[in-house]
Each structure stands twice: as structure tokens, then as C-alpha cells.
């Protein structure tokens, strides 16, 4: 024996078409976001999300497909938002809650101290500011939803509650906000929250 080791070839074949069982689809058939765009860092896919951001919180080209990646996408298999989610959930919460108490309501109540409104958090006003819906629809009106890589409970159901839509969209904005802390740290992260999305005006 020569000691010399032939490494094995394998030839992996990826199909096209409809699903034959044992052979590994082509990922570019089935990677489909349900607009059907193909998952990947193409500016098709990211461009909405750029253009809202704009040079002030650009964010890099991978973090921002992360983002726009839910869980239920390609079975988790691919980078998703989860984590980046809760990470931006409790900053939005923290920021929620300080903007129902800075002078919005009665403060000669007897929640009222030292100027602020502690009566207003849990209220209805408050938990709404950061419902899924208020935020589904900030990322509808926002033109992101179409960008977004997730898997529909039911492809048919058009209820955008019912369908998964709403929370979908609502973990992608919290992912953005978690997104923009890891990048830009809190002090610009606290502009975006306050002068784009608690902007009264």
C-alpha cells in the first residue's frame, strides 16, 4: 500500500421542477418570499428598507436580509430576526413607557410624580402605542412589508391577522430596532424611536 488516499467525488444534482423525493431542490425554486422574491442580498430585496433608513442609519447589506428574515422562512435555515427582535422589543417598551409618562395626562392625579404620569402605563393608550397591529401597519405604511422572507400559516388566508402577517411584520420593526442598537448604539437608536416612530406630528 502506497498510503496515498483518493479522496471520494460525490456529485450533488439539484433539481428543478416538482418535488422528487431523495434528490435536494434547487434553492432559487423555493426560497420565495410570498411576493416571490428570491431570498438573497439583491438590491431588489433590500432597497425599500435602505431608502427608509437613508445614510443616517444605513445598516450593512447582511444584517439588513437578517432583519427581513423571519424564523418561519426556509425553517429557520437561514439568518433570522428572532433574537434581534427581543433585543428591540425591550428597548421599545423601555421607550413606550417613558413616552406615556412624560406629560400625557392628568398630573394632578395621584399617579403624577415629580411631573410624570405614572397612571399612563399598562393604560390602553400606552399598550397600544406598541401593539402588533400599530406596528404591522408602521411597516405597511413604511412600503417594507413586500421585502419581507416569511412562510404564510395558509397561503390562502388573506386575513393579515389570521394569515401570521401581523406578527410577521411587527418582530421585523423590532428587529430593526434591536438591528440599530448592535450598529449604531443607543444614542442614535433613541433618535430613530423618537423623532420616526413616537413623532407626534
Not at 450533488?12 to 416538482?18: A, D, F, I, T
Not at 411576493?35 to 428598507?49: A, F, I, R
Not at 417613558?98 to 399612563?120: H, K, R, T
Not at 393579515?160 to 448604539?185: C, K, M, Y
Amino acid at each position: 500500500s502506497s498510503g496515498i488516499i483518493n479522496p471520494s467525488r460525490s456529485v450533488v444534482y439539484l433539481h428543478k421542477g416538482p418535488r422528487v423525493r431523495g434528490l435536494l431542490r434547487d434553492e432559487s425554486e423555493y426560497l420565495l418570499s410570498p411576493k416571490g422574491k428570491k431570498y438573497g442580498e439583491e438590491e431588489e430585496n433590500l432597497s425599500n428598507l435602505k431608502k427608509f433608513l437613508g445614510d443616517e442609519y444605513k445598516l450593512p447589506n447582511n444584517l439588513i436580509l437578517q432583519v427581513l428574515t423571519h424564523k418561519s422562512f426556509a425553517h429557520g435555515f437561514k439568518p433570522f430576526n428572532e433574537k434581534l427582535a427581543i433585543f428591540g422589543s425591550h428597548y421599545l417598551k423601555y421607550k413606550t413607557s417613558l413616552f406615556s409618562i412624560n406629560g400625557n395626562g392628568d398630573l394632578s392625579s395621584q399617579y403624577a410624580v415629580n411631573g410624570l404620569e405614572l397612571g399612563q402605563l399598562g393604560s390602553k393608550p400606552a399598550r397600544d402605542l406598541i401593539s402588533k397591529h400599530v406596528l404591522a401597519q408602521f411597516i405597511r405604511f413604511s412600503n417594507i412589508g413586500d421585502s419581507i422572507f416569511w412562510k404564510k400559516r395558509d397561503p390562502l388566508i388573506t386575513n393579515s391577522e389570521v394569515s401570521g402577517e401581523d406578527s410577521v411584520f411587527a418582530r421585523t420593526l423590532e428587529a430593526l430596532i434591536g438591528a440599530l442598537l448592535l450598529q449604531h448604539g443607543k444614542a442614535k437608536t433613541e433618535k430613530f424611536v423618537d423623532e420616526i416612530l413616537l413623532n407626534e406630528s
